[in-house]
């Protein structure tokens, strides 16, 4: 019924929709296990190539059994068409993020994936009637998908390029994006020439699309080992940070009982019943310093272990709460001034994000400037598209300048007087790690600081893009 060309042609088509769907799986896995969303946008550009595939062998097929104008083949080209568009937008997005290592904007994303739908439908009804138009269906369908296809390969293989460290997984995606650009290229070539009867020297021969399988394969297979380089660096970074927290935190647990031990000593040699007094109120002060070292520890354990147990939470209501529970009514203390734009009722982990403002809140009070007129920590909410912007800024004695690129370090003090554990903005930083959230940090000596944090929303309508 078909001809043998054509039989071979569907294969092809079939073999790049199965290995499509394989590698968006594992993709799909990885973005389940490890919540990097470029591992989302990749594996949502397989699932539309795998849609492309098995609808451009549904079209080969109708194209020898459906009517030219049967509904049923436009349904089925208008899916392939748009699945192709979206595996170009989708591709370009995971690409960006992580060359940029900055997401991209949800909102703007789903617009164009709205948009995508009906200049797709629009492509296919185009000289649909016309039996003569053949080569200007081709073109509308194919090789407009065609051109703006390698021009987003080739230009998501230069954002590749300029990442300064890659590794062999990324080396393969480079070579895979620009070959497949250019094949891409050569296609819209090929389509457009014919469109103006010009016979074109590269035309590329039906069973060379086991070039393309090639290509896909050599491109998933770089995708698949770049996420298995990424997670062993950040398991190498995870193991260094766990050698620093093991000699760190022994080491901060140890200081406070030697120095128990000297002063239980000193007590034993007196009979002064003040220097006794003083000596218990030191014992008093160490122990409470290794109580905060424990009880960081836990948190950061307890952290890093936890599932998110997402709830309703309404942030604003959330701070106002916890600034009163640091703050000491009968004891000096920065007002609290809190300015909001739109709803501040967001879905995200209440343990988490407890770590976040308990730490941030408790250095504002803890390290103020008292000798000025009007101390205060002032918060502003605003709702954005899939979150909300949490700043944090007071009037205290603020950071010195070299200082701010390891505040967030584990075991880090900024100041040697100060007797803190070195954990809490480390604690910040993981739980909003965790949260899908980021954080930064701008300060000026003795004028104040400012806290830059955005909060992922994991609504129902945010859980993935």
Known sequence: MFPESVKIVFTQYLTQAILALVIMLILRKFFRRYRNDFYLFWSWSWLALTINMFGSCASLANAFILP??????????????????????????????????????????????????PISILLVFLNYQDPDAGTYRILYRVGIRSLIGGITFIVCAFLLWRISQTGIGVRFIIFSFLGYGLLQFNYF????????????????????????????????????ISVLEI????????????????????????????????IVSAIRLTEDANKKEEFLEAIQSRLEQADNVIRDIITLR????????????????????????LTDPNAPHPKLLTEKVGKTIIHTDTARLHTVLTNIFSNSIKYHNYNQENPYVAVDLNKV?????????????????????KIFDMFYRASKSSNGTGLGLYLVKDALSHLGGKIKVKSEKGIGTTFSIHLKDHGPNNSEI
């Open 68 to 117: 030219l104008e049967h509904p049923l083949r436009l349904i089925v080209s208008a899916i392939t068409v748009s699945a192709s568009f979206l595996q170009i937008l989708w591709l370009y997005s995971g690409t960006l993020e992580i060359a940029r290592t900055k997401k991209m904007n949800r909102k703007l994303i789903k617009n164009i994936s709205a948009v995508i739908i």
């Open 189 to 224: 070539l090929e389509v457009l020439l014919e469109v103006n009867n010009v016979n074109y020297p590269l035309e590329v021969p039906y069973f060379m699309g086991a070039l393309d399988i090639f290509l896909q394969a050599v491109m998933g297979l770089g995708m698949i």
């Open 231 to 262: 997670e062993q660096h950040n398991l190498k970074k995870a193991n260094n940070e766990l050698d620093t927290f093991l000699y760190r935190s022994s080491h901060d647990l140890r200081a406070p009982l030697t120095t128990i031990s000297g």
């Open 302 to 325: 307890k952290g890093q272990k936890m599932d998110l147990q997402i709830t309703e939470v309404d942030i604003l209501k959330e701070i106002i709460t916890e600034y009163d529970s």
């Open 385 to 405: 598209e899939d979150g909300i912007s949490i700043v944090i800024r007071d009037n205290g004695p603020g950071i010195d300048e070299r200082h701010l690129p």
